[in-house]
């Protein structure tokens, strides 16, 4: 009965051990970009950016938009414009 008690206790703590370890590898963090309204969420494993900045006065468009993704600090997807 004891033995079974200090398995269930090791399990337990394993398996909060790996869901503490995946909140901190996979949770972001927002910052938001003082060039017109970009955001970037940021956790350990990648980075998604949501372009969104003005651009010179002589270009033709306004703004800049798109969406860059980073996983392991490889960019995967770029679609800005």
Partial sequence: MEKNYKISI????IIAL?????????VPRVY??????SKEFTA???RI???HSMNPVE???E???GTIIEI???EVYNNVD
């Avoid at 090791?10 to 703590?13: E, G, I, M, N, Q």
């Avoid at 790996?18 to 996979?26: N, P, T, Y």
């Avoid at 938001?32 to 309204?37: I, P, S, Y």
Wanted: charge should be positive.
């Fill in 59 to 61: 270009s033709e468009e």
């Fill in 10 to 13: 090791k399990k337990r703590l």
């Fill in 32 to 37: 938001a970009l003082k060039d017109g309204g």
């Fill in 72 to 74: 392991f600090g490889r």
């Fill in 63 to 65: 703004f800049t938009t």
């Fill in 44 to 46: 350990l494993t990648y």
């Fill in 18 to 26: 790996c869901l503490m370890v995946m909140i901190v590898l996979f």
């Fill in 49 to 51: 950016t949501k372009v």
